[in-house]
């Protein structure tokens, strides 16, 4: 059965009808929408399992969920809404997926860098399915690198060293992954770009057959570069033979090539007869296509790019060592680690070894560090919501080395992070510099778990120790919040605060304070639940107004917050005067230091906000005196806050002064009792049982 987190995501981008296609990757829930542009981000990212939400160009949205993002992808399709609208009627409307995608053509280009949103797109969609083979061998390749470092075996990826059988076997584990990595990238790649995902594995599985390998070893084929190829006349035309394991710039290189031509032969061929003949061609043009053009180009074309790097390395590692973890924050939420993440690979293959990696701990342990740093303010500040989304970022980081969730779920929020991060990626990176870098002969994903994957483990441990630390404690100084954050928060855990007192008011509402009718006021719409249709109802309380104002109707309270009774039920105040006063005797809930809000249980068991202008929680406590704290005992008449109207004012923020019952549903009904002008104490609103 679909969970009811799968059905509230759906919900919140405009149900299944509004979706196109979905997609996801190690952390990400990949949406292309029918229509992205009333999505609101806002709520959204505040569902229980999303960490955050990316728009983009195009009507495409990803919202990080994280580790759990297999499981969340598996029951949204289970929805019957998903199950519904599923096929070639995908939007709901009776529209296909073609006529929608040309209605979106229509609309014009999808965005500046719509382009270079596909591309990595692309580049994510191809490696996105395999990531956990990845990681799975990565953490093979770390115990065979801490055995051999603890002396239990020779070291296992040298030259000539031969294995006992056992651990050879062992050894095999992760070899089986990136020895056919270019066949799963094939298949991912001609899938993504509309190709037989099965042709697109045919294709590259020719240029990697023993037979293929051998045609480098007969009679006349000429060694070139070194040994690591051979060129051999085949029908009089030079064929490069060379190992294709590991390789990912080839198969990439061919599903594109493969793509278009599965979209050539489609328009040509009979569609009685395509089940046929295009495999057939596709095959018959793209095998030696690859094999004598595309291969070749794509496994020199990488070489150069990592030589390159390489070259930048040798120069000079500290340079390479400082500027990889402080140009990383920036590429990935570009997608742009995509392809330094290919040349890593290739960097083993051709190598023996990868010095990208090392760097890239540096800026990954940073990140993993301001989430440390976010998780304990968010302790201290009993921020609930963002103490869950850190504590499955950082498992995430420190156990998987996926930064996503991190970077999605925090730190692109917050931008107070990022100099700090940034910190922490330099001190890892001058450490790593000065100390030489270091190398890893496997493709890892930087964690605590794969740490005995490199070669200096002392040194590559002190600087991501470094980087973590550093990046955790500037957070933990300096708050990871802007003041109007640090309001708007306040004044959400104020709003949280009352309404999590109203269970354990159950036994203290008190008996009736005041007998008689109910207000005839403008009332509190479609929320009022009336005991009796009768004459007259039992009357609770009736509340005095906390300021002297006129009194606006709550309909009419210039916030949809409040006028729609979201947080409460009551009336606005527009003040006369500058003190707001407790209505009557009962205890502080939530005193906001901002003073722009308060929350207090009263005697009578009526749980109230009162709330001191609108959006005025984003002056920060500017023209606000506050008087009491949370936890005080007040009576009617005790002052809570002295304010400056002209600091209001001149910020352009209205003055109205919502004083709402945040517990309604335990009465009858809660009434506006009064209108026009009123004094302090005058009867404002009356409370009736049910």
């Not at 399915?129 to 070291?155: D, R, Y």
């Amino acid at each position: 059965m679909a969970s009811k987190p799968a059905a509230d995501i759906i919900e919140s981008i405009g149900g299944a009808g509004n979706i196109v296609g979905l997609t996801h990757c190690a952390t990400r829930l990949r949406f292309t929408l029918k229509d992205a542009s009333g999505i609101d981000q806002a709520a959204v990212e505040a569902l229980p399992l999303v960490l955050g939400a990316v728009p983009q160009a195009g009507d495409r949205y990803q919202i990080v969920v994280g580790g759990s993002v297999d499981t969340v992808y598996n029951d949204i399709m289970a929805l019957p809404a998903m199950k519904k609208h599923a096929g070639d009627h995908g939007t709901g409307t009776g529209d296909t997926i073609a006529d929608v995608k040309a209605a979106g053509r229509a609309k014009g280009p999808r965005g500046k860098f719509s382009g270079l949103d596909t591309f990595f797109e692309i580049l994510s969609d191809s490696f996105r399915p395999i990531l956990g083979a990845l990681l799975g061998a990565s953490l093979f390749i770390t115990f065979m690198a801490l055995m051999a470092t603890l002396g239990v075996i020779p070291s296992w990826n040298a030259p000539g060293v031969t294995l006992d059988p056992s651990w050879a076997f062992i050894n095999l584990m992760w070899q089986g992954v990136f020895v056919f990595l270019p066949l799963m990238v094939a298949y991912n790649a001609s899938k993504r770009l509309g190709a037989d995902p099965w042709v697109g594995f045919a294709i590259m599985a020719v240029v990697m057959l023993p037979g293929f390998n051998a045609l480098g070893l007969t009679d006349g084929a000429e060694t070139v570069f070194g040994g690591k190829a051979a060129v051999v006349q085949i029908f009089g035309l030079p064929l490069t033979v060379t190992d294709y394991s590991s390789q990912v710039f080839p198969p990439l290189i061919m599903a594109v090539v493969l793509g278009l031509l599965t979209k050539y032969l489609k328009k040509i061929i009979p569609s009685s007869v395509q089940l046929i003949f295009v495999p057939f061609f596709c095959m018959l043009i793209m095998i030696p296509l690859t094999a004598f053009l595309i291969g070749p180009m794509g496994v020199y074309g990488g070489a150069a790019l990592g030589n390159f790097l390489k070259s930048i390395n040798d120069f000079s590692p500290f340079i390479f060592a400082v500027v990889i973890p402080l140009a990383y924050p920036f590429m990935v939420p570009l997608g742009l680690h995509w392809p330094l993440n290919a040349i890593m690979l290739l960097n083993i293959q051709s190598l023996g070894y990868d010095f990208i990696q090392g760097p890239m701990g540096a800026w990954n342990f940073a990140c993993f560090g301001a989430t440390a740093g976010v998780l304990f303010l968010s302790i201290r500040e009993k921020d609930r919501q963002m103490k869950q989304t850190a504590t499955g970022a950082l498992a995430a980081g420190l156990l998987g080395g996926i930064s996503e969730p991190s970077l999605y779920g925090i730190h692109l929020r917050f931008k107070r992070i990022y100099p700090r991060m940034l910190v922490g990626c330099l001190v890892g990176g001058v450490i790593l510099g000065l100390g030489g870098g270091v190398k890893t002969s496997a493709f890892v994903f930087t964690s605590l778990l794969t740490i005995p994957a490199f070669d200096n483990i002392p040194l590559y441990a002190g600087a991501i120790t470094a980087s973590f630390f550093t990046a955790m404690i500037l957070v933990i100084l300096s708050g990871y919040k802007t003041p109007e954050q640090k309001a708007e928060f306040a004044e959400a855990l104020a709003a949280e605060t009352v309404a999590s007192e109203e269970a354990a008011t159950d036994s203290d509402i008190a008996a009736p304070v005041v007998a008689g009718a109910s207000g005839s006021g403008t009332g509190t719409g479609t929320a009022t639940a009336t005991a009796t249709a009768t004459a007259t109802a039992t009357v609770l309380a009736t509340i005095g107004s906390p300021i002297a104002g006129i009194v606006v109707p709550l309909t009419d309270v210039p916030d949809p917050v409040f006028s729609k009774g979201i947080v409460g039920l009551g009336v606005g105040i527009d003040p006369t005067e500058d003190t707001v006063y407790a209505p009557g005797a009962g205890k502080v809930l939530v005193a906001q230091a901002t003073g722009h809000a308060f929350g207090l249980r009263l005697d009578s068991g009526v749980e109230m906000l009162i709330h001191v202008g609108i959006d005025t929680v984003n002056l920060g406590g500017k023209g606000f005196e506050v008087k009491v704290a949370a936890g005080d005992r007040v009576e009617a008449g005790t002052p809570l806050v002295t304010f400056d109207r002209k600091v209001i004012e001149d910020a352009g923020y209205s003055l109205v002064t919502p004083v709402l019952v945040t517990n309604p549903k335990k009465f009858g009904s809660v009434d506006q009792a009064a209108s026009g002008h009123v004094e302090v104490g005058s009867p404002l609103i009356t409370v009736t049982a049910k």
